[in-house]
């Protein structure tokens, strides 16, 4: 399975992004998927994950509320919709896909990674 995350940027506090993260290889709807974020010399911080039908989904807490994952298995497409950013939200952004069908939150449960996209909020 390969991962291509984009649609990261530069935005202003309080602006809204969009990510995205194209599958190819094996059919996404075997998957559970996730995001992921991670600033320099930090650990990588568990954001949201998906089901493999789209089901279920799980946030972590510093984004629940403002942020929305969200999946199109015909177009083999992971999204994240981020409202209301702020500069904590500052990092960069990997999407990632695990094995196993529910959603889980662990970086280690997923097998593989995209590239990762950045986004920067200013003040």
């Known amino acids: 399975v390969q991962l291509q995350a984009s649609g990261g940027g530069l935005v202003q506090a309080g602006a809204s992004l969009r990510l995205s993260c194209v599958t190819s290889g094996r059919p996404s709807r075997q998957y559970a998927m996730g995001w992921f974020r991670q600033g320099p010399g930090e650990e990588r911080e568990f954001v949201a994950s998906i089901s493999d039908n789209g089901g279920l989904q799980r946030y972590g807490d510093r984004v629940k509320g403002r942020f929305t994952i969200s999946r199109d298995n015909a177009k083999g497409t992971l999204y994240l919709q981020m409202n209301n950013l702020n500069q904590e939200d500052t990092d960069v952004y990997f999407c990632?896909?695990?094995?196993?069908?529910?959603?889980?939150?662990?970086?280690?449960?997923?097998?593989?990674w995209g590239q990762g996209t950045l986004v920067t909020v200013s003040s």
């Open positions: 990632a896909a695990a094995r196993i069908g529910q959603v889980p939150t662990l970086a280690y449960n997923y097998n593989w």
